[in-house]
């Protein structure tokens, strides 16, 4: 088993910053490629970065390329989304998710964190 905990959400006006982080406890974070997905209310689950197990190999969604930077620290046991230029359709509960491999699929992330809330105010 992995657990996750998410932290660093709130309330932000457009344009601003926040910094997420999802610290992970139990197995090797340091084999387990990391993702972010975010659920706006009445919306699907939807990945917004992923990273490899390493660090080495990232994946963005389109709409936060250039806004977002997902990385990890492993001797931390955590993994960061820091965002920036934030948009109130950024919006949403973001999660943390842990897979055996780096993927983009939902199905494939076997660990998740309990979310955190990220409102973004126009």
């Known amino acids: 088993q992995v657990q996750l905990v998410e932290a660093g959400g709130g309330l932000v006006q457009a344009g601003g910053s926040l910094r997420l982080s999802c610290a992970t406890s139990?197995?090797?974070?340091?084999?387990?490629?990391m993702g972010w997905f975010r659920q706006a209310p009445g919306k699907e689950r939807d990945i917004v970065a992923a990273?490899?197990?390493?660090?080495?190999?990232?994946y963005y969604t389109n709409s936060v390329k250039g806004r977002f930077t997902i990385s990890r620290d492993n001797a931390k046991n955590t993994v960061y989304l820091q965002m920036s230029s934030l948009k109130p359709e950024d919006t949403a509960v973001y999660y943390c998710?842990?897979?055996?491999?780096?993927?983009?699929?939902?199905?494939?992330?076997?660990?998740w964190g309990q979310g955190t809330q990220v409102t973004v105010s126009s």
């Open positions: 139990g197995r090797t974070f340091s084999n387990y490629a």
């Open positions: 990273i490899s197990s390493s660090g080495t190999s990232t």
């Open positions: 998710a842990a897979a055996t491999y780096i993927t983009i699929k939902y199905t494939d992330f076997a660990f």
